[in-house]
């Protein structure tokens, strides 16, 4: 969908010019500049090219005394067109703040490598989130000389397909890996994670378990249930207002991780029911809402009620039949002050997005990401769990023994807190990674725990488990209970003779959990709680010095 | 020192006598009654045997109408002549209610095995606690068969050698496998631990960092200090009365576990620094007290102090120098309801037993032995953790790497919840284990897990980890957090080709954290924390079927 398009064959024409002058300007530039591979010398070395090609830019603006084309001129595309171009023979495009980029010919150039592909029909903006240095005008002007055209301001939501109840769902951005379009199950790219302590929200995993519901904020209502008989307790019916207003709001800075986090390592010894996630099926964010416990005191309930023994939380996402997702965590949990756990309207900052709970979700710091219901519609205190399929029949973990025509899913407990966990997320598995000038690589990566334990170690090995180092560990410092992950970081010397290497990590918490050495014995039908230790193979190339 | 010699003579001939009887019904009676080598097959002959024996004893009696000996006529013996008497060349005599008997000729007849022999020169009681089918009339009657003498009434504590700080510890039961005769640490035989849930107090794994204080109770006084400048506290004096009638008593079933718990699997690998321990550094029992929180409570301490981070406990045994053991909790815990940190006064029902904190202690569900402080003496509320040694530069975890050359204690967390646990307790490492006439084998074992974290899957392997059982489990069923282990038992067929098993077992905690796999890659250079599955390799005897 390519509007005004007798203007922009004028302009593609002048774009080509422009390529051409890179090409060659490309190849002296190479040889000028000799980038690290990690990023740490990449974002060091940008200062330095920034400053060259804006004068570089200037100078030849000035010559020419060409204006910059006014914005109406631009052609307009959608989102989707975008999408379409997202390797070199396509061209490659990006978006930032409404406009769109073929950085096709600045990819070689990039102070960050190949990285910027990661962007490539879609949006900058959530990897500027994570790399601060891009937030300079430079940048900005840089960028500028590769504009194309201007999102489209009629790019809304396609019209809804009303047989196809995915139609709803919102754009992802296209860097996921998608391991199931519909429900939308989706991973970043693991070396995103450990840019930043906190993931983009764009970035985030995301992980639905049917389709995503459109919810009117404005007639939104949170329905607290009155259990039968429980005369002291009042039934609440609370707007997104009511939330905002009636109850303090609070934040807490929580990492979430799907049971399923690492399922493909469990898959690959065995074959199991799930999705095929990778390691990066975990994210941290800044949540801000209200205390359940806040909420479920004005509805009457106290800490010491007998009784009284679940929280159950059911989302207004639903199947064809009108089956909600549903789950429930321990009335304890819910009315602990030491548990902090959120209603949350807002994620880092913005509104809760679509594909997040909007309007509100819940969030149980410390907990299988499959507890923290979004979309929420109602809350049943209760004696029992949730008798829905995802707390009954899934999310619980059982001995490698047992197979499809054994299991009996009532003979498990129902995974609240997770595991001790962490994994690798630089370099990639089978890459070839460059040692630096003094032989040193970098190897990065995230651990977490469940329950508010903290990370207190994490340890890696260069030989497969033979010696060990302890990484550097960066986080949020807590005085209770700690929600979120540690990012690790280890800078190792490689021996000259070593052309490969197998790089293991494993975490240690504050209860001194530590990870289990392989993966089959902890095995199980569902692919849940794989928190193995963590291992990849990699490749040295020692040429480049 | 052997009293009333001329009397025990005549008794002793008598009992000559009746040994030769013995040995001569011992052969028929072998005939007729085969035992099972399982307890529960020995638990179950015993009835049979014991109405047989009944009825001849009493037969017997009746033919010579001899009465039953008075029992000032038998010899008194000392705790310490008793100790002797522990192998068949030096006859094997045990005690019970204050009488001594040469059970030599019994053990071959003994339905439970050659298990008596644990008792061998010590106290029959504690096995007796273990085993209820013993506190019977019939049995108690048997016994009497094998009288050689009383304990003497003058048995009290040796004369104090006043240059031995450990002259004044209590005597122990000799069936304990001691790590350490000065400070006193000892184990109890692994199989103990399985036979029932509570262990009794004599056979409770000791573990002693300093000599024994000897504490006279009725000047006993615990202090709670006043931090400097916090006007709002009290400072208080507490006797052992007012502990007992100021303050509500409560009860609460905990397992305490060594840090050093299977440090000897560790010590295989490289050496470590530390006593060594096998897999029965760990023992449950009921504690009788008051909450710790009470007590703070009323010195004037709430739960949301600002700058109260941590409660340091100082014990009353101390070194030449006059340094006294010492340790600290987080203030939370030592607050929080859930937490049920007490001050016991009371073990299994019994007034608390020197060697475990006479006249009172601390016992911290779900923390590592360490800070469960014995002979409480001050307590400090404070904004530091306790400065001793052993909370600052001991009883904390390290990566294999560090050496002692590199260590710096500074950079590792004091160690408080342990991780997941599991053992084999039955059969033994190197035992020959003969299946039951289906085939079958019993293994058995604990579980548990620190942090108040309950152990909900055992999973024992009897072919080196390729394919794993679920095991059966016992324990306390309890609402909140759970602080004591599950025993768990895996009745399974051996293969017939099957002569040499190697059984592995690994437990699962409701926060699903799992053993590591092997010990290398958790080996710390004080061979604290080792909790990878246990293996133990055994011989299969069919012969016998």
Redesign the interface.
Known sequence: MQKQIFMSVRICASRNESRQNHSTEKESRANRWKWGTTTAGALLGLGSFLIFDTQRKKAALAESKKEPVPLHLFPQYTRDDVKKHKSPSDRIWVTYAGEVFDITDFVDLHPGGNRILLAAGGALEPFWALYGVHKSEHVIELLQEYKVGVLSPDDKEPPRDLSDPYSGDPSRHPVLKINSQKPFNAEPPPEMLTENFITPNVLFFKRNHLPVPNINPDKYELVVERPPGAKWAKPLKLSLKDLKTKFPRHEVTVTLQCAGNRRSEMNAIKPVKGLDWGAAAISTAHWGGVWLRDVLSDAGYSEDLPNVRHVQFEGLDQDITGTKYGASISF?RAMSKDCEVLLAYEMNGEELPKDHGFPLRVIVPGVVGARNVKWLGRIIVSEEESSSHWQQNDYK?F????DWDTVDFST??A??????QSAITEPRPGATITPDHDGKVTIKGYAWS??GREI??V?VSLDG?K????ADLTGEETK?PTWAWKLWKLEATIPDEQKELTIIC?A?D?????????VA??WNLRGV?N?AWHHISVTVDKDEH
């Open positions: 304890k973990g001995s490698p023994s047992v498990s407990p995974i609240q807190d997770l595991p001790v469940g329950g207190v170690r340890d488990g010696t060990w180092k302890v209770g494993k240690v504050s209860s001194y959990n530590v990870q289990p050495d392989t014995p902890i709680l928190n």
